[in-house]
Nanobody, 117 residues
Framework: QVQLVESGGGRVQPGGSLRLSCAAS????????MGWYRQAPGKQREFVAT???????NYADSVKGRFTLSRGNAKNTWYLQMDSLKPEDTAVYYC???????????WGQGTQVTVSS
């Protein structure tokens, strides 16, 4: 089972920035998709962004133009750069990866992002 560990959450004022990191216990070459989801209080988990092995990146409309998903220089990390943050971005953010083998999906434990003045 691949382990994913997020870091970088915190509290920021509206308009501020945060960068989330996800470190996997295996090389990302074994994933055909890696990305981020979030869950706000009282709401279902929702898609934020995903990076496919084809280098295509997809974003939710709500974050397009403000968030950037990228791979790290290390072979097992990816990031979510979040700019122009809004209060509605407040949520627990989870990193996610889907393996080539049997399409096995892994989730991190989540990191809290709070956008508030």
């Amino acid at each position: 089972q691949v382990q994913l560990v997020e870091s970088g959450g915190g509290r920021v004022q509206p308009g501020g920035s945060l960068r989330l990191s996800c470190a996997a216990s295996a090389s990302i070459s074994g994933f055909y998709a890696m990305g981020w989801y979030r869950q706000a209080p009282g709401k279902q988990r929702e898609f934020v962004a995903t990076l496919l092995s084809t280098a295509i990146t997809n974003y939710a409309d709500s974050v397009k133009g403000r968030f950037t998903l990228s791979r790290g220089n290390a072979k097992n990390t990816w990031y979510l750069q979040m700019d122009s943050l809004k209060p509605e971005d407040t949520a627990v953010y989870y990193c996610n990866a889907v393996q080539w083998v049997l399409s096995k999906e892994s989730w991190g434990q989540g990191t809290q992002v709070t956008v508030s003045s």
